[in-house]
Each structure stands twice: as C-alpha cells, then as structure tokens.
C-alpha cells in the first residue's frame, strides 16, 4: 500500500530509516523515482541485516513530487520450509521518514506489499510519495 509523506517546500533535510526484523537474511535498497522513469539509488543496507540507519536523503524541495521506491528481500532458505509463510506473515519492517512538514512518521509494511516465492525468498516493495 502505497503511504504519502509531505516534504514541504523549503531546505529542511529529509531523512529515512529502515529496521527489518526477520530471522532471515535481508538486504534492503532505496530508490528516488521521478516523472519519466528516472530511478536513483540513494540508500541500501548491508547484505544481511536489511537495515539502514538513520540517513539524509536530500532536502524537502528537491524530493518534493517524486517517490521512494524500497524494496527489501528476504531469504528464508536457512529456514525450515514449513515455517516460510509463518515467517512472512510474522515479518516486522519499519520505515522511518522525518525532516519534513508531516514531521516524524513510521510506517510498517503491508501485507499488501509482501510476496513469498516458493523458492524460500520474500520480496517485500513500499512506495512512498512524496508531496
């Protein structure tokens, strides 16, 4: 489910952070997406926490009118098979946004924005408009 944070229009730092709890191997990436398909990537995780520190990722005017594109993968293969769908449906991802005129917001994955392959890897994609 796609979730909206208001920048504003001044020179205030936007800031993102991502915490993942999983008993799997995540990794996670950012991407700033604009009118006409152009995709930056401005953040990503080690390969195996899926976390991101709190980090600026640029001012409040010049994200204004685009989207965060995060997406995170999961790998499960470490864990019983049986337990798959029981570890996606128990999946904690947290996304923290602040610096802007919605102030501090968290939002939380949707089950909406959760896949799980049966190859034991879950895919999980959180848009993020940004006005």
């Known amino acids: ?33 604009r009118s006409g398909g152009q995709q930056l990537k401005i953040a990503e995780s080690n390969e195996d926490s899926g976390n991101i520190k709190e980090k600026s990722i640029g001012t409040a005017s010049s994200l204004r009118s685009s989207y965060l594109i995060i997406l995170t993968s999961i790998d499960l293969t470490n864990v019983d098979k ?9 999946l904690s991802i947290r996304y923290h946004l602040s610096g802007g005129f919605s102030g501090s ?12 392959l049966p190859n034991g890897k879950i895919l999980v994609t959180k848009p993020v408009e940004l006005l």
Do not use: P
């Open 1 to 33: 489910m796609k979730r909206i944070y208001n920048t504003g229009l001044d020179t205030n730092q936007i800031t993102l952070g991502v915490t993942v709890g999983t008993v799997g191997i995540a990794y996670t990436s950012v991407y700033l997406s």
């Open 82 to 90: 049986d337990l798959w769908q029981n570890q996606a449906d128990n």
């Open 105 to 116: 917001q968290i939002y939380n994955q949707d089950i909406d924005d959760t896949k799980v």
